[in-house]
């Protein structure tokens, strides 16, 4: 649950750091926290919010780390395929025909529409524009990750992701002021999916993928490059 109350052990767990480690950033205010007593109490869904702003500064190595507590946590199993079976069939906008970012965030949306999976359209772009309001979701040069600030458990059918890809790029607030061409439209019904999703991601998504991405001839082409980087990313835990 978001609203789920951790302690200092818990969150230790839960990110795979050590607990002094997490007790230097709460007391720092580094962390979301809240001091008692001794110690200090944390709420879930702050934590997952907290490391989703760190999430573009870390390494393959952290990334993993995370993924394999958020699974242990939720009780997944870490081995499992989970981005590739989210994305519908239509699922893949390639070109996407978008100049601006809220014009691509409709598109990928409509996407989603247009597989049924989708209650209200207009209300999810716009609970993605509010997520971009608060900071960027581009995670690396030209790749963007737009999302809800929460996840949907009464606005969308089911866990999904869209992918689309542009031929010129759009402004997106990319780290080092690139023009996006690859972005995940990613909608999760659920809290304990979206961490997760995004940890995954993350990690499937280094440099040679992205150039292959970037290269593939069509939208099918870009599914298999996915499937199979998601493959060797969870052979590898």
């Not at 230790?12 to 809240?34: D, T, W």
């Not at 993605?128 to 969308?156: F, K, M, N, W």
């Not at 997106?172 to 997760?196: N, Q, V, W």
Request: hydrophobic share 40%; net charge neutral; glycine share 6%.
């Amino acid at each position: 649950m978001p609203h789920e109350a951790m302690n200092v052990d818990q969150v230790a767990s839960y990110l795979k750091m050590a607990a002094r480690e997490v007790v230097k950033l709460a007391s720092r205010g580094q962390i979301p926290a809240r001091r008692v007593g001794e110690s200090f109490q944390f709420r879930k869904g702050q934590i997952d919010q907290w490391v989703e702003t760190q999430m573009r500064d870390l390494p393959a190595h952290r990334l993993a780390e995370i993924e394999h507590g958020v699974s242990v946590h939720h009780g997944v199993d870490p081995r499992a395929q989970l981005v590739t079976p989210m994305i519908p069939a239509g699922g893949i906008v390639a070109p996407l025909l978008a100049r601006t970012r809220d014009s691509a965030i409709r598109s990928l949306v409509a996407a989603a529409d247009e597989a049924g999976i989708v209650y209200d359209a207009n209300d999810l772009v716009e609970k993605v524009r509010q997520r971009e309001e608060l900071y960027s979701t581009a995670i690396h040069p030209g790749i963007a990750l737009p999302h809800p600030r929460h996840p949907l458990p009464h606005d969308i059918a089911e866990s999904f992701i869209i992918v689309g890809r542009t031929s010129s790029g759009i402004p997106y607030g990319c780290p080092d002021g690139s023009l996006a061409r690859l972005l995940l439209l990613i909608c999760c019904k659920d809290e304990r999916t979206h961490l997760h999703v995004l940890a995954r991601i993350g990690r499937m998504l280094d440099d040679t993928t992205i150039a292959a991405l970037m290269e593939a001839e069509d939208a099918g082409a870009i599914r298999d490059r996915l499937e199979r980087r998601e493959r060797i990313v969870v052979a590898g835990l």
